[in-house]
Nanobody, 112 residues
Framework: VQLVESGGGLVQPGGSLRLSCAAS????????MSWYRQAPGKERELVAS????????TYANSVKGRFTISRDNAKNTVDLQMNSLKPEDTAVYYC??????WGQGTQVSVSS
């Protein structure tokens, strides 16, 4: 199993970023996927999840209405579109497959 995140960076408050996770080594279309984040000194928290077909999504209250999770089962990717970013969104963002597989993470920093 390999999960490789990309798309992080530094953005001003109110800006947008799109994260992408490229998955390989398993039958991607049969697994729900999630994005987590971990800010300095805090526990890792669930940000958003999507079911195997992409038909059902859930979000943390803190990002609801601002973030959108999506997937492309033909390309084995799961994305996280992040709009209206806030300084408190600053964290390392991780792609997660059920069963304990994690990517290496991608840093998102929101600052003026």
């Amino acid at each position: 199993v390999q999960l490789v995140e990309s798309g992080g960076g530094l953005v001003q408050p109110g800006g947008s970023l799109r994260l992408s996770c490229a998955a390989s080594g398993f039958t991607f279309r049969t697994y729900g996927m999630s994005w987590y984040r971990q800010a300095p000194g805090k526990e890792r928290e669930l940000v958003a999840s999507i079911d195997s077909s992409g038909g059902s999504t859930t979000y943390a209250n803190s990002v609801k209405g601002r973030f959108t999770i999506s997937r492309d089962n033909a390309k084995n990717t799961v994305d996280l579109q992040m709009n209206s970013l806030k300084p408190e969104d600053t964290a390392v963002y991780y792609c997660h497959k059920p069963g304990g597989s994690w990517g290496q993470g991608t840093q998102v920093s929101v600052s003026s």
